[in-house]
């Protein structure tokens, strides 16, 4: 046998194929995610973890859960005192950018040589790649939307939206009969604030709103007042519910499965709390993209997401090579197990599944997406820092009343002048 891995592993220097070599001996790993009980890949992970022990079972993989909003601050602290995991799960652009700035992140281009750069799809490696260093592994292609409870909208006599002024009809027609046009948290700001950068794409346009991200272009263009003034219609029209300043992300979806309001935007990955059997409505929601705005630059064809969640590797992990092997593991199963359970599309172009199968509004997100012309990162992502900060705490501030559209504005040319 130690002849045959000599010869092995010479053909793959010949080739110019990188050979991981995986101890046989017990190592131990530790993984930190956001994926615990509640998350809608919950069910997904503890299956890609159980295969992954049974196929190494020499590397034994300790893994610990946070919830989404605290995990972002503590894996922060983590990695600039020298006390994070071996792994941990991130988001791209500029979340992850500091870390790898810091050198903290293993870049794994040479690893990625064994073949799985071919096995991802185009594009996977947009927002973990720095300076051509290849710093993460993503699992799948995300995108936001509506999720509309079509029982609430037959009821009321209202046509699910795919226009602003569809839109701003329903809310009014909603509020009039008492029912909840959107329910959204703001005491999770990342939540009301996907739904205004969903606004933000259909009304300034995809290209412009990643250039701004990265400080290519700026908060200046007039597209961008635009469309906080249209956001501030919407809070005026009394479209959010009354309590969104209080409730969390959970309970924002608890009350929209509870049949208590008529829409509720987010991302793809909580499809399936809508085909569960707590879900009062089972079976009667549809899925529509932010509708188009009349004179914005952004398309139909414009989401916010792709393939945003990736899997960072620590750059002082004592086991470099088992670590890189649990991570290409885990990704790539995920990326199979997550899209037939209706969390993500695919990242890997190895995923095969009967798409017959997949849960009905998950099928419609797939099929809406598939013709994708371009793709925005959340912006608490995609920005670093205090950025994120100060966009955040001002969006609150300005949804809450305590400071007008051009004050807004302002903050936000703080960002991107």
């Excluded at 017990?26 to 295969?51: K, M």
């Excluded at 914005?296 to 414009?302: D, P, Y």
């Excluded at 705490?393 to 809450?400: P, Y």
Aim: glycine share 8%; hydrophobic share 45%; aromatic share 12%.
């Amino acid at each position: 046998m130690k002849k045959l891995f000599a010869l092995v592993l010479c053909l793959c220097m010949v080739l110019g194929i990188t050979a991981v070599a995986v101890s046989e001996e017990p190592v131990a790993l530790t993984f930190w995610n956001i994926w615990g009980g509640g998350d809608a890949n919950s069910e997904a992970v503890a299956q890609v973890l159980a295969e992954f022990e049974a196929a190494y079972p020499n590397i034994k993989v300790n893994v610990e859960f946070f919830e989404n909003q605290a995990y972002k601050t503590t894996i922060r602290t983590n990695v600039a005192g020298d006390t994070a995991p071996d792994v941990w799960s991130a988001w791209g652009a500029g979340f992850t950018k500091p870390f790898v700035d810091a050198g903290k992140v293993l870049r794994i281009n040479d690893y990625l040589a064994d073949g799985t750069m071919e096995k991802l799809n185009g594009g996977a490696f947009a927002y973990f790649t720095f300076d051509d260093g290849i710093y993460g592994i993503p699992y799948g292609k995300a995108a936001s939307g509506f999720f509309c409870n079509t029982r609430v909208f037959e009821e009321n006599g209202v046509k699910v939206p795919d226009t602003w002024d569809e839109l701003l009809a329903a809310v009014e027609v909603f509020n009039a009969n008492g029912v909840t046009p959107i329910i959204t948290s703001m005491k999770e700001a990342w939540v009301v604030g996907m739904l205004f950068e969903g606004l933000a794409v259909k009304n300034v346009g995809a290209e412009t709103v990643n250039n701004t991200l990265i400080k290519e272009a700026s908060f200046s263009d007039p597209l961008y007042l635009d469309a906080i003034r249209r956001f501030e219609e919407l809070v005026d029209k009394g479209a959010f519910n009354a309590d969104a300043a209080a409730i969390t992300r959970d309970e924002a979806l608890a009350a929209m499965k509870a049949g208590e309001g008529a829409m509720y935007y987010m991302g793809a990955w909580e499809s399936s709390a809508f085909e569960a059997d707590d879900c009062v409505d089972k079976g009667r929601y549809d899925w529509r993209p932010f509708p188009t705005i009349p004179g914005g630059n952004g398309s139909a064809t414009e989401f916010n997401g792709g393939m945003t969640d990736a899997l960072l590797i620590n750059a002082a992990t004592a086991h470099p090579e088992e670590a890189y092997t649990f991570v290409k593991f885990f990704c790539e199963n995920l990326s199979r197990i997550g899209y037939e359970n209706g969390n993500h599309m695919p990242a890997w172009n190895t995923t095969v599944v009967d798409e017959s199968q997949l849960p009905p509004i998950f099928a419609k997100i797939n099929e809406y997406t598939r013709s994708a012309t371009n793709f925005v990162i959340w912006w608490d992502t995609g920005l670093q820092g205090d950025d994120v900060v100060t966009y955040q705490t001002a969006l609150n501030s300005f949804i809450a009343k305590q400071i007008s559209a051009e004050q807004l504005l302002e903050e936000l040319l703080k960002i991107a002048p």
